[in-house]
Structures are given as C-alpha cells and as structure tokens.
C-alpha cells in the first residue's frame, strides 16, 4: 500500500464524485458512471504528485526530454494508475464494498487509441519507463477526435467504425486553455530590413489556435507524474485577426474548417506513408506548438537561448515529426534574431531522430509544391539548409552526383524528411541490433558513411508494468511469491525464476496459470465473437497490424495445408491446437483486407467441420487494441513472428510473448534475433531465410516462385484452393488477388514479394517441430518457464536508461510529497 493513500477518503471521493458529476449515489449508478467517479477519484490523488513532481522539475532546473511523435497508443489508463499509486488492493475493496467488481469498471473505459500498432505502443511504454525512471519528460502529439478506427467483422469482411472515444468525456486529461498557441499556415513570405538586416515574415496566412490537453503519467510507486501533452486545434477568433483581415468573413470560415478538420482523425495507415496534405498540417500544427512552448518554458527560467540545448532535447519518434528541425530554425532566426550558424547549432544539438522502419512506401517525401505553400517560410529554411548541406557533400565527395543524388534533402522535386532528420539532428538510432545493422550498411550507408558517429542502436522494450502486471495478474503473483516482486521495477531479476523451471511442481503450476487465462481469453471470445474454443488446445497466435511483411497469409496457408493432411487422414495424429488472429488492416489496403476474409473464410470451413474432430479451431478476434491485447498475451503457447527477415525492424508484441512464456516462433527478423540469444535457440523455433539471404535476392533477383508451385504438389493444392471456391463456393474469384500476389509478376513488383513460398517449407517444417515439442509438457513447461526468465532485457526501463546515457543526458529527479 502506498504511504498517502487512505481508503476512507478515497471512498468519500467516489461518493463525492458520483453526487458532484451525476447528481446520483452509488446505488443509482450505472458502471459507466462508477467508472468516471472512480477515475476522477484516482486523479484527485494523482494531482497533488503531478503538481509536486512539476515543483521539483523548476527547482532542480532539469533538462526535460521532449518525445514528439504523431501516436501515443496508450491502452486504458484507470487499472495501470490504480496499480502505479500502489493501491490496487484497496480500491478494489472499497469498490466491493460499493458493490462494483474492479475489472467490470476497468472495462467500462474506451481505449485511447492514439496510435496505429508498434510505433504508436512503443511510445506510450517508453512514458511509462520515463515516469518510473523520475526522468523529466514530456509526451507531445495530437488529441485526434477519431483515435484508431473500430473494427467490426461482417461477412468476414473488416468494417471500419469510428472511433468516438471522447463521447462520454475522458476523465483523466486537462485542458490547459493558458498554453494554447497559434500555429500559422499558408501565405506568403515578406522580408522587411530591421538594424541592418533582414527580418522574414510570414503574411497572409490562415492560423489555428492550438489548445493543450494534458494527460498524467504516474511513475510506478515513486510519486513522479510526468505529463502527456496532446494538442487539440480550435479556430482562433476573429477579432484577433490582423487589423488588414478584420471583418473578412470568409478567411473566417476558413479558419473554423481548418480547426475543424485538422485533429479530425489519425491516419489508419503503419508502416506507409500516403502523402495526404492534412497529414502534413498535422504534423506541422503539433510540433510547431509543442516547439514553441518549449522555447517559452526555457525562456521563463533562463536568459541566453544560447544555451537552449543543454536543458531540451527532442526525440523525433521517426520522420513524422521531423518539421521540428526547421520550425526551431525559424524560431531561432525569426523571433531570437540569432546568426544561422548560431542557430543550427543549438537546433542540431537538441534534435535526435529514430528511425522504425525500413519500407521503402513508408518514407516521408513531400512535393515541393505543396510543402512550400502550405509552410512556405519552413520551405525555404529548408531550402537554405539542403544548399549548405549539399556544399559539404561536394567538399567531402567531389564532383559525386551520385552523393548528391542520394543524400540531398530536396532533390527531384521532393522534401526528403529522413534526410532531414539525419541531417538536423545529432543522433541516428534504428530499434533493434540487426536493423540498425541494415540502416548503416544498406538504407542509410552514405550518411553513417559520412557520419557514423552519430548512428546507434536503441533495442526496443516494452513496460512489463502494464504487459505482466496488470495483463496477467495470475502469473504476476506466481512470480512475485517465487522470487519476490522487484521486477516490477528491475525486470532483469525475474532471471532468480530460471531455477523453478527444473521444479515439475513449478511447472504444473505455471501451466495451471496458462489454463486459467485460456479460459479468460475463451469467455471473452464466447461474449465479442459467440466463437467456442478449447481452452485446452494449444493456442498458437498471430495478433499486429495486418501487412503483407508480416506474413499472416504464410500462417492461413500453412492452416489450409494441415487441415488438407487432416481431411486426408482423419486420424492424423497431432496436438489440438486453436490458431488466433487479430490485425487491424489500413481502410485502403485492399489486399490486407482480403487476406482478412481468408482468414475469416478459411475458419468457417474449417470449425464447421465435424470430420475433424475439433483438432483445429482458426479464430479471427475482433478489433485487436491494447486492452485485449493485454488478455491474449497471457495466453499464448507460441508466439508468431513471421515476418520476411530484414522488414520488421524490431517488433515489441514478441517481447510481450515471451514475457508471458510463450515459445516463439519466427524469422530471424527484427528483435527475434535478440529474444533468441536470451533464451537460447533450444527454446525456440527459427526457420525462413536470413535477412542476408532476403537482400541477396532483392538485389540480385534469381527468385521464382513458380519453381516451387511447380514442383510442390502440397503447395499448389493450397494456392489452387485460393481459386477454384473451396473456400469461397459463392465467389470462386474471390481470392484471386491473393493468388496471383504469389505466382505473377505485376508491373514492377516481383511475384511473391515477401517470399511466402519460399520460406513455406522451413515454415511448415517449424510447426510439425512444435506439435512434437508440445507433447512433452514438462518439457514446454521448463521452455515456457525459461522464456519468461530469460525477458530481462526486453523491458523498456533498459531501453530508456540506453537512450539517456547516450542521447539524452537525463538526471534522475526525487519527488517526496509533503504531509497533507
Ligand atoms: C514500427 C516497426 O514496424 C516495428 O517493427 C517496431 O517494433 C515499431 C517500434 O519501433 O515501429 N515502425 C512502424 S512505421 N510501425 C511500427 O510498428
């Protein structure tokens, strides 16, 4: 229990709550209800360490990271706040004494989903280590008024549904009307002479006002709140215009639809970019205010903007955020008078920039046309920085086009973002060992050439305060009575489990656990889906965002494949085993979403088949977000991470799996490699071509994959039932899409572009080794066992204290409340 709380007073603050917001007593209400009186319950206890651990950042002076990033995925904030006052126990009593049952309350809160998948995810985990840590940190991103769409299965088709999350009010944010800032679009650039020299300014331009809505992030029992920033956008009144715009009514209405339409909604697309105009107002409406404030904060406590870096350091979270770079630029010359030197200085000290990705339809170039008329004074700071940058490279390769070509920041009528970001920042860091390998040796070669000093590695986590805490309570307790519970907050001490993995005891009761949270994940199932499943099958799941990369067509194909053999022998002996899907596809990626219906075409077939004797289920859970996320986690016996080798940076959903015991099945892909060092190759199962293997064939081509159509007959009987209606009777062309995606050449692309039929064999070879290795319990038990065990590293508590030391020069702040 945690020092300050009180049990009473909480009660009489629900109670309070419920009366002051609902005009309603606890017996009137409805979980809904309880849940917001709950929520604002726990704020008010929060508030006081928000407000003191803010005291301590101005009186220290601390140098505050800012984390800029388009997508905060936060998952539901009630059950991890309740955990990190450390006073779970209580609430949940004095709940019952209210005659509430805490898990229904949680339920009660919409997901804030601010954010598509991994890179959204990784974000909100990495705040909740920031806060734990007591760095000072800030989060800064969008309120999207539409969060991630809502995915309903009708027909087997994805339905996209909005995403109203804000309908009933979100208890835990505040709105900070005194920080809101104008953000400028459009017009035209003047130049005046001012002392001397020139002085730019922007004219003619249509603005938003900027409002921020701050929400809590509550360190884990240390009493530190750090804040999550999220910008709304609000038309600003007209009776602030300039004089010369004053009565002009329809740059008025304009500036109301602009407001409107800005925050509207996210962007549905991961790992591609689509070069939508509002989604570059979206970016440039954030990181202007997040970047402006920023200045002023510092400007309040110190004198000489000078020195602006040694107090600020921003971490672009990959390129969308990328226009801080020349919206500091333009502070810093425009408003701070500064020389450029003296501004491109403090502006390369102060920026860092990850990249997640190495896709090529996922890097950010925008035509020169619209950049430049959308933001037309960051244009041409732009264009003053890509013409200075473009001389070193001619002073460093002389007379190399070639250079140039690849590393200009404008060049063939495009701004570059990454090549901006490279440039104006002073830290390039991929998100796992082997694709930050491939971003200097491949992607990005020609700038670590030119400036390896400012590439590094940062090996994503994940929080397991959220993904074992609060997700898997059962197995939470089980390791905090076999080896006490510190790590909650040091996790590579969960390795003290390795020794209970030998104990057949430990192993039963590790299993038992697995059991139980089969059963949770069943019922959920049986009430969002009405799909029975066996919680003592062995549950083999596949839940991320749906991409071809990702290969979950490997995975239905290889379930078409086995139910063949079983429907050719009935008798087949093997472990009854309930495959599990969940993705969301982009709204406008077609083959994503046909790969949807497979999968939900396939598991109609295959779980009406009595023949089959209910040896596999195939199971496509609905709308897949953090919060059932953190259920099927628990669950899961294997672990699939099949992604074509050198096309998932990193993946952190296998950190949650192995962290959970489960076994993983993948490529060596991404942080695969490293999961597979920790645990040992024995406890798990690697198959497919090596990243180097993938690149040999993209570079130098020699891949066919109807070779193997042909000479496969296994195969072939599978891509045929793609065609001929096995699977879709009413509309046997249905799936032809899919089909031809593996055996024809489209335009420019190769057949089977992520080498599905390759890899198939080993695949397939893999999952028979699995049904062997599922046998003999004890044996999976201790493998299980040991995947937990061996997690240490994949906590993003490491991962924050590699980025301070080496970016981000963080210190540690102490909160101590005072006695109330
Ligand atoms: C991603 C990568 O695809 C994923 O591998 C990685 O784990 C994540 C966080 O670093 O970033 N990049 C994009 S874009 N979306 C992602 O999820």
Known sequence: MSMGFDKEIFKKSVLFNMKNVF????????????????????????????????????????????????????????????????????????????????????????????????????????????????????????????????????????????????KNGYPF?????????????????????????ERFIQEGYQSVLAVPYDMPIVGYGNNVVNTLRIWDAQAINTFSL?????????????????????????????????????????????????????????????????????????????????????ELMRILLDDYSLSWDEAWEITTKTCAYTNHTIMSEALEKWPIELFSRLLPRIYQIVEEINRRFQQKIMEMYPGSQEKLR??????????????????????VNGVARLHTEILKNQELKDFYQMMPEKFNNKTNGITQRRFLLHGNPLLAEWVTRKIGNDWITNLPHIHRLAIYADDPRCRQEFMDIK?????????????????????????????????????????????????NQLKDNPNLDMVPRTFLFGAKAAAGYERAKLTIKLINAVADVINNDRSIGGKIKVVFIEDYKVSNAEIIFATADVSEQISTASKEASGTG????????????????????????EVGAENAFIFGMSSDEVIRYENEGGYNPMEIFNNNYEIR??????????????????????????????????????????????????????????????WWAKAAILNVANSGKFTSDRTIEEYVKDIWHLEKVKVELEEA
């Not at 944010?173 to 020299?197: C, D, P, Q, S």
């Not at 200009?408 to 440039?423: E, H, K, P, T, W």
């Not at 994940?521 to 991320?544: C, T, W």
């Open 23 to 166: 005009r309603k007593t606890v017996d009137e209400a409805t979980p809904e209800q309880m849940y917001q009186a709950v929520a604002y319950a726990v704020k008010d206890v929060i508030i006081d360490e928000w407000i003191a651990t803010h005291k301590a950042y101005e009186d220290q002076d601390v140098k505050t990271l800012y984390y800029l990033s388009m997508e905060f995925l936060m998952g539901r904030a009630l059950g991890n706040n309740i955990i990190s006052i450390m006073a779970q126990p209580e609430v949940k009593e004095v709940l019952e004494e209210l005659g509430f049952d805490l898990n229904t309350i949680e339920d009660q809160e919409p997901d804030p989903a601010l954010g598509n998948g991994g890179l959204g995810r990784l974000a909100a985990c990495f705040l909740d280590s920031l806060a734990t840590l007591g760095y000072p940190a800030y989060g800064c991103g969008i309120r999207y008024r539409y969060g991630m769409f809502k995915q309903k299965i009708e027909g087997g088709f994805q339905v996209e549904v909005p995403d109203d999350w804000l």
């Open 173 to 197: 944010e505040l709105r900070r009307a005194e920080y809101a800032t104008e953000v400028k679009f459009g017009g035209y650039v003047n130049t005046i002479r001012e002392n001397g020299r």
């Open 242 to 326: 300039d004089s010369f715009d004053r009565g002009d009514y329809q740059k008025a209405v304009e500036q109301e639809n602009l407001a409107k339409t800005i925050v509207e909604v996210l962007y549905p697309n991961d790992n591609h970019y689509a070069g939508k105009e509002l989604r570059l107002k979206q970016q440039y409406f954030f990181i202007s205010a997040s970047v402006q404030r920023a200045v002023m904060k510092y400007m309040e406590k110190h004198e000489d903007i000078h020195k602006f870096f040694e107090k600020t350091v921003f971490q672009l979270n990959d390129t969308h955020p990328t226009v801080a770079v020349p």
């Open 406 to 427: 690849k590393m200009s920041i404008v060049y063939d009528g495009q701004v570059r973002m990454a090549n901006l970001a490279i440039v104006g920042g002073f830290s």
């Open 515 to 563: 059991y139980q949270n089969k059963v949770r994940l069943a019922k959920y199932i049986k009430e969002h889906n009405g799909i029975e499943v066996d919680p003592r099958s062995m549950f083999d799941v596949q839940v991320k965002r749906l991409h071809e990369y990702k290969r979950q067509l490997m995975n239905i194909l290889h379930v078409m494949y086995l139910y």
């Open 654 to 677: 296998n950190m949650k799996f192995m962290l959970n015991g489960a076994l993983t099945l993948g490529t060596m892909d991404g942080a695969n490699v490293e999961i597979v060092e």
């Open 717 to 778: 009987r599978v891509l045929m039932q793609l065609i001929n209606g096995y699977y879709s009777p009413q509309n046997p062309e249905l799936f032809r899409d899919i089909y031809n995606s593996l055996l024809n050449t489209q335009s420019s692309d190769r057949a089977d572009t992520y080498f599905i039929l390759k890899d198939f064999p080993s695949y397939a070879e893999a999952q028979r080794r699995i049904d062997q290795a599922y046998r003999d319990e004890a």
